[in-house]
């Protein structure tokens, strides 16, 4: 088994000139390992125009809302977060949150995306008077809220199961549950920085129960805690195999698969490690460029892959759409998680969106929380996109 062989099998599928070769865990290690960066990102364009055509990239207007920070979970590597009883705590009032959202009207957005810690003080009534709130006041707007971590403290506290939980919250108004805290779906890594989140398991079993509801999901990937590739790559497995086991029983699996580097400048996990040489953290431009096109060829079955620019910075969100990405991600208005472990761009208009796409060489298109393709404005971002490069067959 070699890279080149590989490689050449993946885009014969591709091409639709050889019958379908799924990736498996052995080959995709190897690609990891041995491919050439240029050879693998051209494998992965070539699979991504198959699976969405060569010309437009998906784009979404909504706004990040973190509701609260308190959290019980102590991961290391957040920033975000303070425990119950510290001073900077604080949960924004259903009137705070409407005035955000109602922001996001304003500028036509149509998805929140509403994230917070495990906050042990908040009774399973308040989660679904807020919902309430918000499809009353904004029933315009898919709310896609409370990460699986965060469904299983709500059922902790309220001594209802996970299933229930989501079952009341969907009837209460909600849309989808967002891919966060999955980090790494490998146990011995999960142990070590966030060993109070629970195994994978729990994270995959609350994605499957969200499936079987019809809530819209996505599966999410923080890479650099210093895991090997072969980690990597089985973490991409467990997301495969619900994929797979979702789509099979209840027709409804994860949406997008989009990952990202930890960020490491301000949080203990960083300053842990610093300095120590015990391992090697975070990762660059050209690691997450691999990663998004390992990703691409081995998550057959998840329609989109989307680029990180919030992490990555523009450039290389640019990069990643000729390597596997057909997805810019979304406006965000706000971001507090990320950016407190030290990036520095946290938010994006519509225009500088389209801008980017556009100087990638692709057409913008605007979707929803779904995937589904809405009415684009034309914001004169910039002139006529130029036809994509065509990828170097292998």
């Avoid at 080149?4 to 390992?33: F, P």
């Avoid at 491919?35 to 437009?56: F, K």
Wanted: charged share 20%; proline share 5%.
């Amino acid at each position: 088994m070699d890279w080149k062989s590989i490689l050449q099998h993946q885009s014969e599928w591709s091409a639709g000139t050889a019958a379908e070769h799924r990736l498996g865990v052995e080959e995709a290690i190897v690609l990891y390992d041995d491919a050439p960066l240029h050879l693998l990102m051209n494998a992965a364009h070539q699979r991504r125009v198959a699976m969405h055509g060569p010309s437009e990239v998906t784009y979404l207007v909504d706004r990040n809302i973190n509701y609260t920070n308190v959290c019980t979970i102590n991961c290391q590597f957040c920033s975000f977060y303070r425990p119950p009883g510290h001073d900077e705590t604080y949960t924004q009032s259903f009137e705070e949150i409407s005035g955000r959202i109602s922001a996001l009207e304003e500028i036509g957005g149509v998805r929140i995306l509403m994230q917070g810690g495990v906050n042990p003080a908040l009774p399973f009534e308040w989660y679904e008077e807020l919902l309430s709130h918000i499809r009353t006041n904004h029933p315009s707007i898919a709310i896609d809220c409370f990460s699986p971590i965060e469904i299983e403290g709500i059922a902790e506290v309220s001594n209802l199961s996970t299933l229930e939980v989501l079952t009341r919250l969907k009837a209460a108004g909600m849309h989808g549950l967002p891919g966060g805290g999955a980090e790494m779906l490998v146990d011995d890594v999960r142990k070590d920085v966030s060993p109070k989140k629970g195994l994978p398991a729990n994270w995959l079993r609350v994605m499957e129960e969200a499936q079987s509801l019809h809530l819209t999901t996505s599966a999410t990937n923080v890479i650099g805690f210093g895991e090997s590739n072969q980690q990597r790559v089985e973490h991409m497995r467990r997301v495969r195999d619900l994929q797979d086991a979702s789509l099979s029983q209840h027709g409804m699996a994860f949406t997008s698969f989009i990952a990202w580097p930890v960020q490491l400048e301000s949080n203990s996990f960083g300053r842990r490690n610093r300095g120590q040489n015990r391992v090697t953290l975070g990762a660059g431009s050209s690691e997450y460029l691999r990663h998004v096109a390992v990703s691409r060829l081995f998550l057959d079955s998840i329609p989109s892959i989307q680029s990180s620019w919030p992490t990555m910075g523009i450039k290389t969100a640019q990069m990643a759409l000729f390597g596997g990405a057909n997805d810019v991600g979304s406006t965000m208005m706000e971001e507090n998680v990320v950016s407190a472990s030290g990036t520095t761009k946290f938010s994006a208009s519509e225009m500088e969106l389209q801008h980017v796409i556009k100087r990638a060489g692709f057409t913008p298109v605007r979707r929803d929380s779904d995937y589904l393709r809405l009415e684009t404005p034309d914001l004169g971002a910039d002139s006529a996109p130029v036809p994509a490069p065509i990828p170097v067959q292998v």
